[in-house]
């Protein structure tokens, strides 16, 4: 299995130094920490990690929106860890899309758990994302066949079930897929209207 890499953004030394010995003692980390969030987005982007731990204290909504929009949550799981937070900080990191945000402060044995949890969460986001894009494009291809089986029933004077199957042959005569055949059929309908 890879090694994970991993960006710590902490600015205090020592908070740094309890991190990488939580994830040391946790498993096999490539990792490496940003003290500085000066340019953080850039820094994060050229050391391209696994995952982002971010140990933020007590995080303004500017810091929490600055540092979510720099480590590119939807690229990757972000943990962040807080000291104490409002309902309001909670909900803007979540909508920023920060894996696991974590009240009450960074602990050395909290670390493992907490990063496990972001990488599923993750994962499980990710591919409800993926499942919603392909439930779009499939609801936009249907709605691009029923136009084109309207248009031929209209023109031919024919079912919608012989419409289909007119389509359904064309596509498979072409080798193309029904919905690029539906497709340039309502874009030669639309020219000639």
């Not at 902490?10 to 498993?27: F, P, T």
């Not at 995080?59 to 720099?70: G, I, M, N, V, W």
């Not at 709605?143 to 024919?158: H, N, S």
């Amino acid at each position: 299995m890879k090694r994970l890499s991993v960006i710590v953004v902490e600015k205090d030394r020592d908070r740094a130094i309890m991190i990488v010995d939580g994830l040391r003692e946790a498993g096999d980390f490539d990792v490496r920490i940003i003290g500085d969030d000066i340019g953080l987005a850039r820094k994060i982007a050229d050391q391209n990690p696994d995952l982002v731990l971010i140990d933020a204290g007590n995080p303004s909504r500017d810091a929490l929106e600055e540092l979510t929009l720099a480590t590119a949550p939807m690229q990757r799981p972000v943990a962040m860890f807080v000291d104490g937070s409002d309902g309001a900080l909670t909900r803007a990191a979540i909508e920023a899309g920060v894996s696991a945000y974590v009240v009450d402060g960074l602990r050395a044995e909290r670390i493992k758990p907490v990063l496990d949890a972001a990488i599923a969460r993750f994962h499980m986001i990710q591919k409800m994302r993926a499942e919603l894009a392909e439930t779009r494009r499939a609801l936009e291809e249907r709605k691009v066949i029923d136009r084109a089986k309207g248009i031929l029933m209209r023109a031919r004077g024919i079912s919608e079930e012989e419409a289909y199957a007119m389509m359904r042959k064309a596509a498979m005569d072409q080798g193309r897929k029904l919905a690029d055949v539906a497709q340039a059929l309502v874009m030669a309908a639309d020219m000639l209207k």
